[in-house]
């Protein structure tokens, strides 16, 4: 049985990153550039106006008050129609281009309109040009962001600024979701007796969605060998199959056998870590696929432990790999069994630092009680006093 770390490292070195695609940059968002994008024109690409205000020749305003006539009003969108003379403004708003000659821009609020239809400068301060001068933000075919760059909101603007409609990013794989159990009934209907409803598939679903990748519902496959041979073919399509349930030592656990008879290479089917202990993945071509432990808690934190890693890595993500913060425990927690517990918690960042507290579980079938941690402590085996500092991972 290997260790999770070791499970990380191999789902790492298996998960291949996808190819360059070009996408609109509506869809761009939480993907990964895969070329640098340099500036097609200078930012600011001219000398623009920061106020609402009077475009001067500073000369002209040495000695206050001034009065200077108005030659010319410079909404935003407008270009200037001629340079600045000596004793003459410009009304310029916010956004619009300053006169050639001009090089302060006095606010509204320093001005007084005279009756004669001049302007009366009352304060200007040489210091504060209030001029964006062209080219001060970058230069045209200046780098604005380098390959590997994560895509937030504001890259999109930058890309939208540079003139780039479409992002070259790495493609997001393709991922097919697949519970297995002849006790699960679709969401909608009222279980019979020994039936349960299926919690994996929507909540595998959002996990993907969560990280930024849409997936497929494949439905469920029976406990049955034919049945589950079929979904998992059709999965293997995809760059991605995730498999909840039938994964453990118990007669009508198809999930391993059938990954083998159609092929896949199966790097590891156990784990030492708890919940999760079957944890299957494996690989056939460019396509991987898990198997997650079945119990609902299992399958998250089987998602978030290694899938998530996987995806990301997929998608050019530098950071695939666990984030791990040292976390100072508020309550005594246990361990138990032979390997790495990982345990529903609280985690908040208080003046000591990050501090967790360690959630009542009921086990891996208690989703609900899950469902209130936003972390996993990662703790080895053993008693853990009050006050200890363990590893944690945050789930979002
Ligand atoms: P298995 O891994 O198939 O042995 O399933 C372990 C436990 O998880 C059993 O109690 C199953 O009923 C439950 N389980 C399996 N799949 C699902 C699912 N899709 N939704 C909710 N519970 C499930
Ligand atoms: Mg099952």
Redesign the pocket.
């Known amino acids: 049985m290997i260790s999770p770390h070791e499970a990380l490292e191999i789902v790492l070195r298996e998960s291949p990153r996808l190819e360059p695609v070009l996408v609109p940059l509506a869809d761009a968002v939480g993907a990964v550039l895969a070329e640098p994008v340099a500036a097609d024109m200078d930012l600011p690409p001219f000398d623009k106006s920061a106020m609402d205000g009077c475009a001067v020749r500073a000369a002209d305003v040495a000695h206050l008050p001034a009065d200077l006539a108005i030659i010319e009003e410079l909404p935003a969108g407008t270009a200037p129609a001629r340079p600045l003379a000596p004793g003459a403004c410009a009304k310029t708003m916010t956004g619009a281009p300053v006169p050639p000659g001009a090089d302060l821009v006095v606010p509204v609020e320093d001005t007084e309109t005279l009756l004669d239809g001049r302007v009366r400068i009352v304060r200007a301060d040489a210091e504060r040009t209030n001029i964006c001068p062209r080219g001060e933000d970058v230069r045209r075919g200046e780098t604005v962001l380098e390959a590997g760059r994560l895509l937030r909101p504001a890259e999109i603007g930058v890309l939208a600024a540079v003139g780039r409609d479409r992002a070259p990013v790495f493609r997001r794989p393709r991922v097919a979701v697949l ?3 002849e ?2 009934v679709p969401v909608s209907s009222v279980p019979g007796p020994g039936q ?6 929507s909540s595998l679903l959002a996990s993907c969605r969560a990280a930024g990748v849409p997936a497929d519902d494949l439905g ?1 496959a029976r406990d049955e060998r034919a049945d589950l041979r079929a979904k998992v073919e059709q999965g293997l399509g995809r760059d991605v199959l995730i498999v ?5 030592m ?1 007669e009508r ?1 198809f999930v391993p056998r059938v990954l083998q008879d159609v092929g896949v290479t199966i790097h590891f089917a156990t784990v030492r870590m708890k919940p999760g202990k ?1 944890t299957v993945f494996g690989a056939r071509g460019r396509s991987v696929v898990f198997g997650l ?4 808690v ?2 998250l934190v089987g998602f978030h432990l290694f899938v998530r890693p996987c995806l990301r890595r997929m998608m050019g993500r530098s950071d695939a790999a666990w984030q791990v913060l040292e976390a100072r425990l508020l309550a005594p927690a246990r361990a138990r069994d032979d390997r790495v517990n990982f345990a529903p918690a609280v985690l908040r960042h208080d003046a000591g630092g990050w501090a967790a507290v360690p959630l009542p579980t009921h086990g891996p ?1 208690d989703l609900v009680g899950f469902s209130r941690a936003n972390a996993l402590l990662m703790l080895d085996p053993g008693a853990y006093a009050a006050a200890a500092r363990v590893p944690a991972i945050p789930l979002e």
């Not at 432990?293 to 609902?296: K, L, S």
């Open positions: 519970a297995t159990g006790e699960l349960i409803r299926n919690a994996n598939s469920v909840s349930g039938g994964v453990s118990g656990d079957p432990a079945g119990n609902p299992s399958t079938a």
